[in-house]
């Protein structure tokens, strides 16, 4: 998922000094730690726009910890989170800046032995570099950037040379693409036309709908950017308007999204619209509210399991404790977890030192049965599976209003390019 454009300088010299300083400690670790707490970090923005969501994926985290912790935790090691806020009120949502603070704060913790997180792109970006010197891994379940991964941006984001950033869902290569695919194939559009919200997911998703919008002779009869600060956007719309398109795509989160698609409803009520996973949220449907809402369609980066009832007492026992139901990113922060945790039970059992350098490696080799399927890594740190999932805003009387599983009619798999 999901680093405004104004935020994007200065990361670069920032990181640059974090690393030299944390590259003495890569590799951290200790032996023989029966006596020892093993430490996951989480860093997740859960102040502003997002929060509702990141507690989503908080909760996901946690419950796999606490479920492992019971069962004897790690070769009888306990298990500890350790909770960072990467949001701001400066920011009013995800800060790339205090992100990066956070993972500093992680890696110079020698217990910290993996990460679980980011929720978005942006704060990946600003992260890993950081985690990269220190050759501690991560695992998000719904940063989808492809740059994170993308060998051609290897220096700037691995610049040890291997792989830390591991996904639990797949990326925006898939997931903008196959949303341009769906609306051609099933919502029949012949035009669209393209916003963003200056985001490094926004800007990236929309960018990779777009680019197979064209090549698939869907026309694209513009692109523009939101300033997510901003509290109007009806010069754009109005402008929009005037092109009578059948659709529009947004790529960004509810900072922006929320006032689009109130606004949008009023200035263009009939026109199709969908978006990336950046809306896929508790916070853009409570936020736009009924009817607003009604109709957006929008995409998460991997299978759509929450409604499966191999998953129920999953879901009920989640209700019961949480007073409200998960979403699919739960899902995949509980599988990120597992993933991490069934990494440090391999490097317990082999005996050999627990290091971050070996659980980074025990990540990469996973191949682990989860409750959205087998994971398993390519070489790059990313999912094997590819699959998209769509849904569209649909109002249910007989549940809440903020009930995502309810109010989030699941549509399909969106076509693969």
Same mark, same amino acid.
């Given at each position: @998922?999901? @680093?405004?454009?104004?935020?994007?300088?200065?990361?670069?010299?920032?990181?640059?000094?974090? %690393?030299?300083?944390?590259?003495?400690?890569?590799?951290?670790?200790?032996?023989?730690?029966?006596?020892?707490?093993?430490?996951?970090? #989480?860093?997740?923005? *859960?102040?502003?726009?997002?929060?509702?969501?990141? =507690?989503?994926?908080?909760?996901?985290?946690? *419950?796999?910890?606490?479920?492992?912790?019971?069962?004897?935790?790690?070769?009888?090691?306990?298990?500890?989170?350790? *909770?960072?806020?990467?949001?701001?009120?400066?920011?009013?949502?995800?800060?790339?800046?205090?992100?990066? $603070?956070?993972?500093?704060?992680?890696?110079?913790?020698?217990?910290? @032995?993996?990460?679980?997180?980011?929720?978005?792109?942006?704060?990946?970006?600003?992260?890993?570099?950081?985690?990269?010197?220190?050759?501690?891994?991560?695992?998000?379940?719904?940063?989808?950037?492809?740059?994170?991964?993308?060998?051609?941006?290897?220096?700037?984001?691995?610049?040890?040379?291997?792989?830390?950033?591991?996904? $639990?869902? $797949?990326?925006?290569?898939?997931?903008?693409?196959?949303?341009?695919?769906?609306?051609?194939?099933?919502?029949?559009?012949?035009?669209?036309?393209?916003?963003?919200?200056?985001?490094?997911?926004?800007?990236?998703?929309?960018?990779?709908?777009?680019?197979?919008?064209?090549?698939?002779?869907?026309?694209?009869?513009?692109?523009?950017?939101? +300033?997510?600060?901003?509290?109007?956007?009806? $010069?754009?719309?109005? /402008?929009?308007?005037?092109?009578?398109?059948?659709? %529009?795509?947004?790529?960004?989160?509810?900072?922006?999204?929320?006032?689009?698609?109130?606004?949008?409803?009023?200035?263009?009520?009939?026109?199709? /619209?969908?978006?990336?996973?950046?809306?896929?949220?508790?916070?853009?449907?409570?936020?736009?509210?009924?009817?607003?809402?009604?109709?957006?369609?929008?995409?998460?980066?991997?299978?759509?399991?929450?409604?499966?009832?191999?998953?129920?007492?999953?879901?009920?026992?989640?209700? +019961?404790?949480?007073?409200?139901?998960?979403?699919?990113?739960?899902?995949?922060?509980?599988?990120?977890?597992? &993933?991490? #945790?069934?990494?440090?039970?391999?490097?317990?059992?082999?005996?050999?030192?627990?290091?971050?350098?070996? &659980?980074?490696?025990? #990540?990469?080799?996973?191949? =682990? /049965?989860?409750?959205?399927?087998?994971?398993?890594?390519? /070489?790059?740190? +990313? *999912?094997?599976?590819?699959?998209?999932?769509?849904?569209?805003?649909?109002?249910?009387?007989?549940?809440?209003? +903020?009930?995502?599983?309810?109010?989030?009619?699941?549509?399909?798999?969106?076509?693969?390019?």
């Amino acid at each position: @998922m999901r @680093m405004t454009k104004h935020m994007r300088g200065g990361l670069a010299s920032f990181a640059a000094v974090s %690393v030299v300083a944390l590259a003495a400690i890569a590799g951290a670790g200790w032996a023989n730690a029966d006596d020892k707490t093993i430490k996951l970090g #989480i860093t997740l923005p *859960i102040t502003g726009a997002d929060a509702a969501d990141a =507690l989503l994926i908080q909760h996901g985290f946690e *419950i796999a910890i606490e479920e492992a912790n019971a069962a004897g935790g790690v070769k009888g090691m306990k298990l500890e989170a350790v *909770i960072k806020d990467s949001g701001t009120a400066t920011a009013g949502q995800y800060d790339p800046a205090q992100a990066a $603070t956070n993972t500093k704060s992680l890696v110079g913790d020698p217990d910290v @032995m993996a990460v679980l997180g980011p929720e978005m792109s942006g704060e990946g970006k600003a992260m890993t570099p950081i985690l990269s010197e220190a050759d501690l891994a991560t695992i998000t379940p719904s940063s989808t950037n492809p740059d994170l991964t993308d060998p051609a941006h290897a220096a700037q984001y691995m610049p040890k040379g291997r792989p830390v950033y591991f996904r $639990t869902v $797949t990326t925006d290569a898939f997931q903008g693409p196959n949303m341009a695919n769906f609306f051609k194939e099933t919502m029949k559009a012949t035009n669209v036309y393209v916003l963003d919200d200056a985001g490094a997911y926004g800007v990236g998703i929309a960018d990779a709908f777009q680019h197979q919008a064209e090549k698939i002779g869907l026309k694209v009869l513009g692109r523009d950017q939101l +300033d997510p600060k901003e509290a109007d956007y009806t $010069t754009v719309l109005t /402008k929009i308007k005037q092109l009578n398109p059948d659709s %529009v795509y947004y790529g960004g989160v509810n900072q922006a999204g929320v006032k689009l698609a109130k606004q949008m409803a009023e200035i263009l009520p009939n026109v199709k /619209k969908g978006g990336g996973d950046g809306i896929y949220s508790s916070e853009f449907l409570t936020g736009v509210g009924y009817p607003s809402v009604e109709g957006w369609y929008c995409t998460n980066a991997g299978p759509h399991v929450v409604e499966d009832p191999a998953l129920a007492t999953f879901v009920k026992n989640f209700n +019961d404790k949480y007073k409200g139901n998960p979403n699919d990113y739960t899902i995949t922060a509980y599988d990120a977890a597992l &993933v991490a #945790i069934d990494a440090l039970k391999r490097v317990a059992a082999s005996g050999k030192p627990m290091t971050r350098t070996a &659980v980074r490696d025990a #990540i990469q080799e996973s191949k =682990l /049965k989860t409750l959205q399927g087998e994971v398993s890594f390519d /070489k790059m740190g +990313d *999912i094997n599976d590819r699959t998209v999932s769509v849904f569209q805003f649909k109002k249910n009387d007989k549940f809440p209003l +903020d009930d995502v599983i309810h109010q989030l009619a699941y549509v399909g798999v969106a076509p693969q390019s």
